[in-house]
């Protein structure tokens, strides 16, 4: 399975950004996927998830401001952030989860300033 993150940039607070992540590969053997965040100094933490039912699951850090989406027929997942606070500064990577396994995207970087 193989990941690639696009749509990160420089975005000002109260602003909004839309990241794409899409998959492809043996596809069929994820089972959800995930945005998660590092910023500089901190450890990696969890943004968004979304399983194959559609089921979510939010970081309290963007809970109520971000919300995550999946197309399958374009193999596709996205992150649409709101109400952007300069501590949404991080490097942004989209995981998709195997049974077995997490594959990582190379990151996309976010900057939030004005």
């Known amino acids: 399975v193989q990941v690639a993150e696009s749509g990160g940039g420089l975005a000002q607070p109260g602003g909004s950004l839309r990241l794409s992540c899409t998959a492809s590969?043996?596809?069929?053997?994820?089972?959800?996927m995930a945005w998660h965040r590092q910023a500089p100094g901190k450890e990696r933490e969890l943004v968004a998830l979304?399983?194959?039912?559609?089921?979510?699951i939010y970081g309290d850090a963007v809970k109520g401001r971000s919300t995550i989406s999946r197309d399958n027929a374009k193999s596709t997942m996205y992150l649409q952030m709101n109400s952007l606070k300069p501590e949404d500064t991080a490097v942004y990577y989209c995981?998709?989860?195997?049974?077995?396994?997490?594959?990582w995207g190379q990151g996309t970087r976010v900057t939030v300033s004005s």
């Open positions: 995981a998709a989860i195997t049974y077995t396994t997490t594959y």
């Open positions: 979304i399983g194959n039912t559609g089921n979510t």
């Open positions: 590969g043996s596809i069929s053997n994820v089972r959800a």
